[in-house]
């Protein structure tokens, strides 16, 4: 029994010695900023709709940061759903607005999101808005 549990500890030391070996240096340190772009709101419910009646929905962000803000892309979840935005760059302490119209052809609940993309942020921001079609 001894002898297994030595064998046990030869091993296991032994497969350490394997072990990628790692430099500790300057740990990175992130600090999180605030986001110069606040939206008034990320998500709209549009309540009902009736179909074949086209539905814009505007969302609206100011820019709350010191640097001019660029909309470098707005894309849909869907081929239903049409885009238009801001395309001059948004100063400090301006407001902008992407739009986003649904066509409303089929009936049904939905609910569809409006990807923004911006140099002022390394994430894309997922918009949403959601109804129902009478």
């Known amino acids: 029994m001894k002898t297994v549990k030595v064998l ?3 091993i296991a030391f032994g497969l350490m010695s394997f072990a990628p070996k790692t430099t500790i240096g300057d740990p990175v340190v992130k600090t999180a900023t605030a986001s ?3 939206w008034k709101s990320e998500s709209i419910e549009i309540g009902n709709i009736p179909q074949g009646t086209p539905k814009t929905i505007e969302f ?5 940061g010191k640097t ?6 707005v894309k849909a979840s869907c081929g ?3 885009t ?5 760059p948004i100063k400090a302490g301006e407001t902008a607005v992407v739009k986003a119209t ?9 609910h569809k999101t409006v990807t923004v993309t911006t140099n002022a942020e390394e994430t894309p921001k997922v918009l949403s808005f959601q109804g129902t079609v009478i």
């Open 8 to 10: 046990s500890l030869a």
């Open 68 to 73: 001019d803000i660029v909309i470098t892309n």
């Open 102 to 110: 649904y066509n409303a052809a089929a009936k049904g609940a939905f």
């Open 84 to 88: 238009d935005y801001t395309k001059t």
């Open 80 to 82: 239903c759903t049409a």
């Open 36 to 38: 110069p772009v606040s």
């Open 60 to 64: 609206s962000f100011k820019n709350t």
